[in-house]
């Protein structure tokens, strides 16, 4: 268990709708990180927080957008869904910003859209 | 943007050999290099990294090797145990950004 928590685990919705992920970091990490994992594409990284602010941005869609709240926990808000959307999304955390710091993966948010 | 590429995309060996898995990049800048191991229906677990200025970091059966020049690193895991069958996945990263490879199935028969 690596302290960082997700919810949900599953979610199943139709296409042009809208979700939110949820992600807890463990406890005292700063750092926030969303990676999107799908068969095709591998392991993608889609965007980081650091204590509420965002610090690094990869290949994120228009149509996403995360958060961070004063209590760290952070929410990925994906919209108008579709159906290549479909993937495994994990939070990570780390204590702070910058190279070598050990990011520790969540379990995943299985998403299916339909 | 930078590019990873990893090979082979899937590796059995017998209980007791070595294993390698070899990653290139594309980006000079890339300057940190972890791997990670998943195992089915977890999130990927850090095994091991190394950072550009160091060009061999080993830790129990598990060693990286770095080559700046030639922009490519390697993963080595000696002495194979049935519970090392996982997927691995390489990644380089610049700054916060981290570009990861597709991953190799590892499968160890014992």
């Known amino acids: 268990d690596s302290g960082v928590t997700q919810t949900p685990k599953h979610l199943i919705t139709a296409t042009g709708q809208r979700v939110t992920l949820r992600c807890s970091p463990r406890?005292?990490?700063?750092?926030v990180y969303w990676y999107q994992q799908s068969l095709d594409q591998g392991l993608q990284f889609l965007i980081q927080?650091?204590?509420?602010?965002?610090?690094a941005k990869g290949n994120i869609l228009e149509r996403f957008s995360a958060q961070q709240f004063p209590d760290l926990h952070s929410e990925l808000n994906l919209s108008s869904l579709e159906l290549g959307d479909s993937a495994l999304y994990f939070c990570?955390?780390?204590?702070?910003?910058?190279?070598?710091?050990?990011?520790?993966f969540g379990p995943g948010t299985r998403l299916t859209v339909l | 943007g930078e590019n990873v590429e990893q090979h082979p995309s899937t590796l059995s060996v017998q209980e007791g050999d070595s294993a390698v898995i070899k990653c290139t990049y594309s980006?000079?800048?890339?300057?940190?290099f972890p791997w990670y191991k998943q195992e089915l229906g977890k999130g990927p677990q850090l095994i091991i990294d190394?950072?550009?200025?160091?060009g061999e970091k080993k830790d129990q059966r598990i060693a990286v090797t770095l080559n700046k020049t030639a922009k490519h690193f390697s993963l080595h895991i000696t002495e194979t145990q049935p519970e090392d069958s996982a997927v691995y996945f390489c990644?380089?990263?610049?700054?916060?950004?981290?570009?990861f490879g597709t991953g190799t199935s590892l499968t160890v028969i014992p």
């Open positions: 990570a955390s780390s204590p702070w910003t910058g190279l070598g710091n050990e990011q520790f």
């Open positions: 406890s005292g990490d700063l750092s």
């Open positions: 927080y650091y204590n509420g602010e965002e610090r």
């Open positions: 980006d000079s800048a890339s300057n940190y």
């Open positions: 190394i950072r550009s200025n160091v």
């Open positions: 990644a380089a990263a610049t700054g916060n950004q981290f570009y």
